[in-house]
Protein backbone atom coordinates (compact mmCIF):
# COMPACT_ATOMS: atom_id res chain seq x y z
CA UNK A 1 0.00 0.00 0.00
CA UNK A 2 2.61 2.25 1.12
CA UNK A 3 4.04 2.28 -2.88
CA UNK A 4 1.44 3.35 -4.69
CA UNK A 5 -0.19 5.83 -2.05
CA UNK A 6 3.23 7.80 -1.88
CA UNK A 7 3.28 7.62 -5.72
CA UNK A 8 -0.20 9.63 -5.65
CA UNK A 9 1.53 11.69 -3.08
CA UNK A 10 4.38 12.45 -4.92
CA UNK A 11 1.93 13.22 -7.94
CA UNK A 12 -0.37 15.56 -6.15
CA UNK A 13 2.98 17.33 -4.93
CA UNK A 14 3.75 18.58 -8.80
CA UNK A 15 -0.02 18.94 -9.07
CA UNK A 16 0.00 21.56 -6.38
CA UNK A 17 3.41 23.75 -7.25
CA UNK A 18 1.47 23.89 -10.99
CA UNK A 19 -1.63 24.71 -9.52
CA UNK A 20 0.42 27.32 -7.21
CA UNK A 21 1.65 28.60 -10.16
CA UNK A 22 -1.90 29.82 -11.92
CA UNK A 23 -2.92 30.85 -8.44
CA UNK A 24 -0.92 33.34 -9.24
CA UNK A 25 -2.07 34.70 -12.07
CA UNK A 26 -5.68 36.20 -9.57
CA UNK A 27 -4.77 39.58 -8.89
CA UNK A 28 -7.27 39.24 -5.38
CA UNK A 29 -4.45 36.73 -3.97
CA UNK A 30 -0.72 37.38 -2.46
CA UNK A 31 2.43 35.51 -3.40
CA UNK A 32 2.59 35.14 0.02
CA UNK A 33 -0.62 33.47 0.27
CA UNK A 34 -0.42 31.13 -2.49
CA UNK A 35 3.23 30.35 -1.71
CA UNK A 36 1.91 29.99 1.99
CA UNK A 37 -1.16 27.55 1.63
CA UNK A 38 0.52 25.53 -1.39
CA UNK A 39 4.10 24.72 0.46
CA UNK A 40 2.56 23.83 3.58
CA UNK A 41 0.40 21.23 1.16
CA UNK A 42 3.25 20.49 -0.58
CA UNK A 43 5.15 19.70 2.05
CA UNK A 44 1.98 17.60 3.85
CA UNK A 45 2.15 15.41 0.50
CA UNK A 46 5.83 14.68 1.13
CA UNK A 47 5.97 14.05 5.23
CA UNK A 48 2.86 11.79 4.31
CA UNK A 49 4.58 9.24 2.51
CA UNK A 50 6.76 8.83 5.23
CA UNK A 51 3.87 8.28 7.67
CA UNK A 52 1.87 6.10 5.37
CA UNK A 53 2.32 3.06 7.80
CA UNK A 54 1.38 5.07 11.18
CA UNK A 55 -2.27 5.05 12.44
CA UNK A 56 -4.10 8.40 10.92
CA UNK A 57 -1.93 8.56 7.72
CA UNK A 58 -4.29 7.56 5.46
CA UNK A 59 -7.12 9.40 6.96
CA UNK A 60 -5.02 12.57 6.68
CA UNK A 61 -4.74 11.57 3.09
CA UNK A 62 -8.03 11.86 2.70
CA UNK A 63 -8.13 15.03 4.28
CA UNK A 64 -5.62 16.50 1.67
CA UNK A 65 -7.75 14.79 -0.87
CA UNK A 66 -10.62 16.85 0.12
CA UNK A 67 -8.56 19.82 0.45
CA UNK A 68 -7.53 19.62 -3.28
CA UNK A 69 -10.86 19.76 -4.58
CA UNK A 70 -11.92 22.14 -2.40
CA UNK A 71 -8.79 24.52 -4.03
CA UNK A 72 -10.89 24.58 -7.16
CA UNK A 73 -12.71 27.46 -6.03
CA UNK A 74 -9.25 29.33 -6.20
CA UNK A 75 -7.89 27.47 -9.58
CA UNK A 76 -11.33 25.74 -10.95
CA UNK A 77 -9.15 23.38 -12.88
CA UNK A 78 -8.47 21.73 -9.18
CA UNK A 79 -12.37 20.43 -9.09
CA UNK A 80 -11.36 18.16 -12.28
CA UNK A 81 -7.86 17.61 -11.10
CA UNK A 82 -8.48 16.75 -6.95
CA UNK A 83 -11.82 14.40 -8.41
CA UNK A 84 -8.94 12.45 -10.22
CA UNK A 85 -6.22 12.56 -7.33
CA UNK A 86 -9.21 11.56 -5.06
CA UNK A 87 -10.38 8.44 -6.96
CA UNK A 88 -6.23 7.54 -7.24
CA UNK A 89 -6.03 7.70 -3.48
CA UNK A 90 -8.87 5.44 -3.17
CA UNK A 91 -7.38 2.97 -5.83
CA UNK A 92 -4.07 2.65 -3.68
CA UNK A 93 -5.10 2.73 -0.52
CA UNK A 94 -8.16 -0.59 -1.64
CA UNK A 95 -5.63 -2.01 -4.10
CA UNK A 96 -2.67 -1.41 -1.92
CA UNK A 97 -4.16 -3.21 0.74
CA UNK A 98 -4.71 -6.17 -1.38
CA UNK A 99 -1.67 -6.44 -2.30
CA UNK A 100 -0.25 -6.23 0.89
CA UNK A 101 -2.50 -9.59 2.09
CA UNK A 102 -1.64 -11.39 -1.25
CA UNK A 103 1.88 -10.95 0.11
CA UNK A 104 1.45 -11.80 3.81
CA UNK A 105 -0.43 -14.64 2.26
CA UNK A 106 2.36 -15.83 0.07
CA UNK A 107 5.14 -15.29 2.41
CA UNK A 108 3.53 -17.48 5.20
CA UNK A 109 3.19 -20.28 2.36
CA UNK A 110 6.94 -20.28 1.83
CA UNK A 111 7.59 -20.04 4.91
CA UNK A 112 5.31 -22.88 5.74
CA UNK A 113 7.06 -25.31 3.30
CA UNK A 114 10.42 -24.78 4.45
CA UNK A 115 11.26 -21.90 1.25
CA UNK A 116 12.93 -18.72 2.08
CA UNK A 117 10.89 -16.17 1.64
CA UNK A 118 11.47 -13.04 -0.94
CA UNK A 119 13.14 -10.03 0.58
CA UNK A 120 10.34 -7.81 -0.19
CA UNK A 121 7.76 -10.06 0.52
CA UNK A 122 6.42 -8.57 3.75
Known amino acids: MRTLCASTLIGEFFVIGFAGLVAMKDPDLTQ ?18 GMLSRPGAVQL ?3 LQIGLVLSGFVVPTMFFLGAVFAGLWWCS ?13 WAAAQEAQGAPAAPDAA
Do not use: N
Open 32 to 49: TAVWTVCGVTMLLSVLLC
Open 93 to 105: VHYGRKIDTIKAR
Open 61 to 63: GWA
